[in-house]
């Protein structure tokens, strides 16, 4: 058996295996404090590799000569220099913080690229630093990312205008398994808690499966800490709803081991919006103080690791639990009534109605390093269990109220296990293979007295094999392919109380029958093949050019192939189709970049296309329900989607630092009728952000990198829009502020104070699940965030 | 190497404008949505079980009507739908019927008659604040939806409901 696999993988990679009058090159990479480096670039001419959880690398078989060899690591100034191998050499190196460098804030490496991947990497400095109330709406500055928000504590990440299940969110690995179908429910992560993350726009379904089909966001939580103690404490205080934030990174490394613990607390209430009224359909819903009632929240999380590094072995086992409850605005579940928000004296109360969301997850990560290969085993459990409290109401009369927990709507309970491994092998310093396997198995129960999901059972197995070859020092490429095998079975539900009120009604009892099965059993089984190739052209010290082009999947989820009833969030008939097909996207990422000088500018172009791309699209058949409209009916239909996202960085005189991001985004339908080629929901207008920030107090021993920055955020109007939906003019809204390090004696900290919304604007943003109740953004908002290290 | 460059983001650029630009223009889908003016009955009109609520009112579309729903349902509970305390001594009535526009019509004229009950299921119906709701569709599947409050009593004069029965 592991002959045979050999012999696949030799196969696969198309060796060159010269190894005559060949040296070898090792050595270790260290920072100041004399801790290993994981995951350093080390660039031998040609050659490249990662260091180990030591700071260790090797790249072998290097003919005699003089070569050029570049070592990276983000945050750390990077070494540049000449080597000749007339023998086996081991080198040590320590890099430098990089201390100088303000653009610490997003650290897209001025380094060569080594990956053709379409990727962002962002520093913990800067998610704190930038943290606007969640993870997702914090990455929203980011060229190609926004956001869809419910209130002020709860988004999912969008990219490129895709979002929801469209999004594969990651930690250390395994993939977030919380309820992303639905637009009401965040992503569980303490944004405060990550060290390091990454969005990979456009292919990424090779290494994650189901989901990818917009791109990735990893977060790297595993960083091995320096040694000894270390630590910060972080405080923040905002006005726009009155939020009090702490939150606390320990760690402590001691030999081969090491701990860390997280933990964030929040508390807010409700969140100021600059109107004194809500005008939806034909109600005047008044917003009393300017507070919109009962959007007030609260989050705790824990975060546990220990970890272990010995010279060829590395492994973490990670704990964490994300606890959070928020308010929803009463009108955005009903039909807004004005009694329901009045005014109670009380701006930090949680009533009726309101979510509360549990995440717990287990990772165990383990990287074993031999000489020219790796192997990563991780497992995962994670168990997602979200609430919606609402007093109990009944559509149609005889439902009686639960005995337990009456007041319970809907509550759902998702075990996810994950158990993955991968083999990667360096055939030879330009050719590198990986051979992948990752099995998922959820399992959804549920409750309460109102349904919307069903209760189902789903097993995913993918297998995937990668090839990366180093073509020259120059051009990199890589190729991969994936084979999905999944199934779900979803259980039958029949809601007899309904049945009988119909009949009652008046109704004939087929067609009752047929409103009461609010989901029908369903057994299906998906098979899925995906492709993608890519290439990296360094092709000078400023220029670099990469392409991928691929196809991606999403598995249909349990509403969109059982659903039957209203939706109490969108208030809606919303029907699922038994038979819909796996979403699958075909897409096209380029990127070119310039860098020179304090100049850096990126272009990067996309197309996607969807074979069967899913959505809510209305019938034309009124329901039969009380409440409800037309039926929206789950369809599939061909889209397209391109666009091009634009990055410009400019520094002068090394003081003043210049900033500006555009994106533009055009999708629709492509039907055989031109007139039913709508654009799809939940699109992002054309828009962008600029900032400039000035460097002063250089010569100061207290205050040390202070900048007083401002910054603009604008939106065209978004006139493409999807049935039912409203179209939302265009903004721009202002933000100012000032961060600086002090230093006096021993004491050290941070200070960062920022105002958004400058000018309390009124807008609206297309991407938020409150537009379509016409709620604006969040007004004026005042921040201040203080970050003091412990560390000795 | 600057030649290759920029012929390589010339045909990107070519790429996306002729994706984007391929089909646009004689055939732009609809997303406008109705309009609904209800001209009867009026907010906050009193309706006696046993008499009829006269509804009128005048849709439009920019491109053509499909159907309209009318729905009366109570309000007892300010619309919380909560269960109330004494829930098992309500009789709320209730009414939902779906109408066809007739094909081709940008506007159209609805005007119904629905007869308010005296009892549902052998017991008298319950009076109080009642919602009407009107949803319309166009053929592109646009929705429009307006709702008004109706009182269902019976002690007071029921001068608005005195119309004469032509259909």
């Given at each position: ?24 090159l ?25 260091t ?12 005699r000569g ?23 050499k ?25 990956s ?14 930038q ?29 490129r ?53 917009a ?128 005014d109670?004296g ?23 390093f ?16 979200r ?12 439902q ?22 991968k ?20 399992d959804?129960?549920i ?16 297998i ?15 190729i ?11 259980e ?14 008046g ?12 989901s029908?059993?369903?057994?299906r089984?998906?098979t ?12 000078n ?18 509403i969109?192939?059982?659903?039957n ?6 208030f ?32 990067s ?10 959505f ?6 009124f ?28 520094t ?12 533009y985004?055009?999708n ?9 080629n ?10 962008g ?58 004491f ?7 105002v ?17 109740l ?19 | ?43 906050d ?8 609520i ?23 509970d ?40 005296t009892?549902?299921?052998?017991e ?12 319309v ?14 009182h ?16």
């Open positions: 058996m592991k002959q045979t696999f050999f012999v696949f993988l030799v196969f696969l990679a198309i060796p060159s295996l010269s190894l005559a009058q060949d040296f070898d090792e050595g270790e990479i260290r920072d100041a404090q004399n801790s290993p480096l994981e995951g350093a670039h080390v660039h031998v001419e040609n050659s490249f590799t990662l180990n959880a030591g700071g260790y690398f090797r790249i072998a078989n290097l003919p003089t070569y050029r060899m570049t070592v990276t690591y983000l945050g750390f100034k990077s070494i540049d220099t000449l080597i000749t191998m007339d023998e086996d081991k080198m040590n190196l320590r890099l430098e913080e990089d201390t100088s460098s303000l653009t610490e804030v997003v650290l897209s490496s001025t380094a060569r690229r080594s053709s991947e379409n990727r962002e990497v962002v520093s913990q400095a800067y998610i704190q630093e943290f606007t109330g969640s993870l997702a709406k914090t990455l929203e500055r980011l060229p190609g990312i926004n956001s869809s928000e419910i209130g002020a504590g709860t988004s999912k990440p969008i990219i205008g895709l979002g929801f299940n469209r999004v594969a969110v990651s930690e250390n690995g395994i993939k977030q398994e919380g309820q992303q179908w639905g637009a009401d429910h965040g992503l569980e992560i303490d944004a405060f808690s990550v060290e390091n993350l990454e969005v990979i726009k456009g292919v990424g379904a090779i290494e994650h499966g189901s989901d990818a089909i791109g990735v966001i990893k977060i790297i939580n595993d960083r091995i800490p320096m040694e000894g103690f270390s630590g910060e404490v972080i405080a923040l205080g905002k006005t726009v709803n009155n939020t009090v934030a702490a939150s606390t990174n320990l760690a402590y490394k001691k030999d081969k081991f090491f701990y860390k613990i997280k933990a964030t607390g929040s508390e807010f209430g409700d969140y100021s919006v600059p109107t004194d009224n809500i005008v939806y359909l034909n109600f005047n819903i008044p917003v009393y103080n300017q507070r919109l009632k009962n959007t007030a929240g609260k989050e705790v999380d824990l975060y546990g690791q220990i970890g272990f590094i010995d010279h060829n072995y590395k492994g973490t086992l990670s704990l964490s639990n994300v606890f959070f409850k928020g308010g929803f605005f009463p009108g955005a579940h009903g039909v807004p009534s004005i009694n329901r928000v009045q109670d009380d701006q930090r109360n949680i009533d009726l109605p309101f979510q509360q969301v549990n995440h717990f997850k287990l990772i165990n990560k383990n990287e074993w031999f000489d020219k290969s790796s192997l990563d085993v991780i497992l995962g459990f994670q168990n997602n269990h609430q919606e409290w609402s007093r109990f109401h009944t559509h149609y009369a005889g009686t109220p639960p005995a337990t927990n009456p007041d319970l709507e809907l509550d759902f309970n998702l075990n996810t296990f994950d158990v993955q491994a083999y990667t092998y360096n055939f030879s310093p330009n050719h590198t293979s990986a051979i992948g396997i990752q099995t998922q198995i959820q959804n129960t409750g309460g007295y109102n349904f919307l999901l069903p209760q189902y059972f789903r097993a995913a197995t993918g995937y094999l990668t090839h990366e070859y180093q073509a020259s020092n120059k051009i990199k490429l890589n991969g392919g994936r084979f999905d095998y999944s199934s779900i079975a979803i039958e539900n029949y809601d007899d109380l309904l049945f009988s009120y119909l009949v009652n009604r109704q004939n009892e087929v067609i009752a029958a047929r409103y009461a099965t609010r029908e059993e369903i057994n089984d998906f899925n093949f995906n492709l993608m190739g890519g290439f990296l052209y360094n092709i010290s400023n220029w670099d050019f990469s392409a991928n082009a691929g196809t991606s999947f999403r598995l249909p989820t349990a969109e192939l059982g659903a009833g209203i939706h109490h969030g969108s809606r008939h919303e029907q699922g189709d038994a038979t819909l097909d796996p979403e699958k996207g075909y897409v096209i990422d380029t990127k070119v970049n310039y860098s020179n000088n304090g100049f850096k500018a990126s272009v172009p996309y197309l996607y296309y969807f074979d069967n791309y899913i809510l699209n209305p019938s034309g058949v329901s039969v329900l009380p409440h409800s409209g037309q039926i929206y009916k789950f369809t599939q239909s061909e889209a397209v989607l391109t666009g091009v996202e634009l990055e410009i960085e400019k002068f005189f090394e003081k003043l630092r210049t900033l500006a991001v555009f994106e985004l055009y629709r339908q492509v039907t055989s009728s031109r007139s039913r709508y654009p799809l929901p939940f699109s992002p207008p054309v828009n952000f600029g900032e400039a920030g000035y460097l002063f107090m250089e010569n100061s021993k207290t205050f040390n990198n202070t900048e007083f920055f401002i910054n603009t955020t604008f939106a065209l109007e978004q006139d493409r829009i999807a049935q039912t939906e409203e179209i939302t003019p265009g903004y721009m809204i202002f933000g100012t502020g000032l961060r600086t390090g002090i230093t006096a004696g021993k050290k900290a941070s200070l960062n104070l920022q958004s919304n400058l000018f309390n604007t009124k807008y609206f943003n297309h991407t938020n699940f409150y537009r379509a016409e709620i604006p953004e969040m007004g004026r908002n005042i921040q201040l965030m203080i970050k003091i290290p412990l560390n000795k | 190497m600057k030649i290759k460059l920029n012929s390589i983001l010339t045909l990107l650029v070519a790429a996306l404008i002729f994706t984007s630009c391929s089909s646009d223009d004689d055939a732009t889908p609809d997303t406008q949505k109705p309009t609904i003016a209800i001209i009867e009955p009026h907010n009109d009193e309706i006696a079980p046993g008499g009829e006269h509804f009128e009112a005048l849709f439009s579309d920019n491109v053509e009507l499909a159907s309209y729903k009318i729905e009366i349902h109570d309000d007892f300010d619309h919380t739908h909560a269960q109330l305390k004494s829930s098992h001594d309500l009789n709320p009535w209730s009414f939902e019927q779906v109408f066809q526009i007739p094909a081709g019509q940008r506007s159209f004229e609805a005007e119904q008659h629905i007869d308010v009950p009892t549902f299921n052998g008298p119906i319950s009076e109080g604040i009642y919602h009407l709701g009107v949803y569709t166009d053929t592109s599947g646009n929705e429009e939806q307006a709702f008004l409050s109706i269902i009593e019976g002690d007071h004069g029921d001068e608005d409901h005195d119309h004469g029965h032509d259909h």
